[in-house]
């Protein structure tokens, strides 16, 4: 089994157009279905999240490598507070008494005409 633990990978800057375009060139090649130029324009409305489920090692070979060019990057573990797993949320538990009401139509006028009604 697979004991590598997974995480997000984040652009956080990008210093310049220069090194904005030799970062999209470089992660272009990590994207599918997409050219450098549409790289380039999202990754200069950092910070972005390039990948969410990536593993350690793999996020840390890249964020060197986009440090080497002059971008900031970090890799946050899945384990860390601000990727924390989520957490299923319960209902509140049910009372023990259950919650009883008397219909609103017993108090009403409604009521009253009923039981004075020849009918019953």
């Known amino acids: 089994m697979n004991n590598q633990k ?3 990978l984040i652009l956080n800057m990008v210093p ?5 375009e030799k970062i999209g060139a ?3 090649q990590y994207v599918k ?30 964020v060197s490598k986009l440090e080497k060019m002059g971008a900031s990057a970090r890799y946050v573990p899945k384990d860390t507070p601000t990727g924390m ?14 919650l009883t ?3 609103t139509w017993k108090n009403s006028f409604l009521r009253e005409k ?4 020849s009918w019953r």
């Open 6 to 8: 997974a995480g997000t």
């Open 16 to 20: 310049s157009s220069e090194a904005a």
């Open 26 to 28: 470089f992660l272009s």
């Open 33 to 62: 279905n997409t050219s450098p130029d549409n790289v380039t324009k999202i990754i200069k409305r950092a910070p972005v999240v390039l990948s969410k489920n990536i593993p350690e090692k793999v996020a840390e070979n890249i």
């Open 85 to 98: 797993p989520r957490v299923k949320t319960h209902p509140p538990p049910l009372p023990e008494k259950p």
């Open 101 to 103: 009401r008397e219909p």
């Open 114 to 117: 009923l039981l004075k009604s």
